[in-house]
C-alpha cells in the first residue's frame, strides 16, 4: 500500500545515540534533559517566547483553553472542517463550539461569517490553519480585540510555516501543534502550546503534571499529560533534518500540481501569497469530475493507495454530537460542498516521483473516461 502519510524517521543509529542518554541516567520522563533540550530548541526554531511541551497536540489544546478559564457553557467559534481534536477539546472544556463556515479558496474560516456568530456568550475563536494553510490572522485578530476574545490557533498541520516570515507560532494568544507520527515534524506522539509572553506557562506546567510545584506543594488539580524522554529525543533528532524534510516534500507537491493541474474537475488549493509552506498535505477537489470523490477514492484503494478522506464527515456531523445539547450552529454549507469532494493523497518524504506519477496517472485515466 501507498499511505497517505509515513512518519519521517532520523537514521535507527542517530537515535539509538540520543536515547544512550537516557539509557545512562535513567531518567525516563518528567521534564527530564532532553525534555528541557527540545523545548528550548523549539522557542528558538519556532520563534516564539515560551514552548510548553505536552504528549500529544490534543491535550496541547485541551489544556491551553483549560488554562484560558472561560466560564462553564461559553461559545467558542471554531470550523467544522477539522479533526475531532478541535471540537473535542472545547466540548471536554463544558464550551460550546460554535461552527463558523470556511472559505471555498483555501478551506480556513471564512473570517467574513465571524461577527454574526458571536454573542455575549463567546468567549474565544478557535481557528485552524488546516493542511498548513494559513489563516487571514490579521482580520481574525481585529475581530478578536474588537469584542474582546481570546484566540487559540490550532496550528497541529502548521509546523515551520511562517506567514509575511513571521512564525505562526507568533499569531493569536496561543497556538497549539502537533508532532504526532503522521505530522512533518514528529515526536512519535507529542505536541505543544506556543506562547508570546508566559502569562499561561505556570497553569499549562500544572494541567501536565498534576499542579506538583515540588513534592511538598500541590497548587492544582492538574492531569498528567507530559512529554517523555523518548518523544523529545525524536524530536530532537528529527528537527535537526526538518529542512530536508520540507524540501522534499516541496519537490512531490510540485510534481502533483504539474501532473493534476491541466485535469478537468481536479482543484488544488492556490498556494497562499507570502507564506513559506511546509507541504503537509496535499487535498484535491473533485468538482466537475467524471466520477464522484468517492469513486476515485475507491479506484484508488483498489490499486493499492490509500488516500484519506481529509476531512469527512465535518465534525459537526459526527454522532458523538448527535444528542449533544446543540444549541450551536451548523450551517456550513461551503464546509459541507468541500467535505464531500475532498480527498487528500499521499504525501511524505520518502514517496517517490514514481509513486506521484503513478497516483496523478490513475487520477488522470479516471478523468479521461
Ligand atoms: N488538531 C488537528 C487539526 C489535527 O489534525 C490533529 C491531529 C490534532 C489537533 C491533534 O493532534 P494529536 O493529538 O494527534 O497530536 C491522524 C493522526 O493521528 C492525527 O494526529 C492527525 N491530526 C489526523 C489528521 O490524522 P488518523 O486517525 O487518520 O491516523 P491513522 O492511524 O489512520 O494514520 C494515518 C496514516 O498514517 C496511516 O494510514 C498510515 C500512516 N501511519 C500512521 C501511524 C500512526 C504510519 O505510517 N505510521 C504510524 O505510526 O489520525
Known amino acids: 500500500m501507498i499511505y497517505v502519510t509515513r512518519p519521517s524517521m532520523p537514521d535507527f543509529e542517530e537515535y539509538c545515540e540520543e536515547i544512550k542518554k537516557i539509557w545512562n541516567s535513567k531518567w525516563l520522563t518528567n521534564m527530564g534533559e532532553e525534555h528541557e533540550v527540545l523545548q528550548k530548541k523549539l522557542e528558538e526554531y519556532l520563534g516564539c517566547s515560551d514552548v510548553v511541551l505536552f504528549v500529544n497536540g490534543h491535550l496541547a489544546l485541551e489544556s491551553v483553553i483549560a488554562a484560558m478559564n472561560f466560564p462553564d457553557g461559553s461559545e ?19 464550551l460550546i463550539p460554535v461552527f463558523c463556515d470556511i472559505n471555498p479558496e483555501n478551506y480556513t474560516m471564512d473570517v467574513d461569517k465571524i461577527e454574526e456568530l458571536i454573542t455575549e456568550k463567546t468567549v ?31 496550528a497541529a498541520h502548521a509546523f515551520s510555516i511562517k506567514y509575511k516570515g513571521v512564525s ?33 506557562v505556570d497553569t499549562l506546567n500544572n494541567l501536565k503534571n498534576y499542579g506538583i510545584r515540588d513534592e511538598e506543594n500541590i497548587v492544582a488539580v492538574g492531569g498528567n499529560a507530559k512529554m517523555n524522554e523518548f518523544q523529545a529525543a525524536m524530536g530532537i533528532c528529527n528537527l535537526k533534518h526538518i529542512d530536508e524534510e520540507i524540501s522534499k516534500r516541496k519537490v512531490l507537491h510540485d510534481r502533483y500540481v504539474e501532473r493534476l493541474e491541466t485535469v478537468q474537475g481536479v482543484k488544488m488549493c492556490k498556494l497562499q501569497k507570502e507564506v513559506e509552506y511546509n507541504y503537509s498535505y496535499f487535498p484535491v477537489v473533485f468538482d466537475g469530475f467524471s466520477c464522484s470523490r ?36 451548523k450551517n456550513t454549507p461551503v464546509a459541507k460542498y468541500i467535505s464531500e469532494r475532498v480527498i487528500t493523497l499521499p504525501l511524505y518524504s520518502e514517496l517517490s516521483l ?13 478523468g479521461s473516461k
Open 76 to 94: 467558542v467559534i471554531t470550523t467544522p472542517f477539522t479533526f475531532a481534536s478541535t471540537p473535542h477539546a472545547i466540548v471536554r472544556n463544558g
Open 124 to 154: 474565544a475563536i478557535v481557528p485552524v490553519h488546516v493542511y498548513g494553510n494559513v489563516c487571514d490572522v490579521e482580520r481574525i485578530d481585529a475581530i478578536a480585540k474588537k469584542y474582546n476574545l481570546k484566540v487559540i490557533y490550532d
Open 168 to 200: 505562526v507560532a507568533r499569531f493569536g494568544d496561543a497556538s497549539i501543534f502537533s508532532f504526532h507520527a503522521t505530522k512533518v515534524f514528529n515526536t512519535i506522539e507529542g505536541g505543544a502550546v506556543c506562547l508570546p509572553d508566559d502569562s499561561y
Open 294 to 329: 468517492d469513486d476515485v477514492f475507491d479506484v484508488l484503494y483498489e490499486n493499492g493507495i490509500c488516500a484519506r478522506k481529509y476531512f469527512y464527515p465535518l465534525v459537526s456531523d459526527y454522532q458523538c454530537y448527535n444528542n449533544y445539547q446543540m444549541s450551536f450552529q
Open 354 to 366: 514514481g509513486e506521484v506519477d503513478k497516483i496523478c496517472g490513475i487520477i488522470t485515466r479516471i
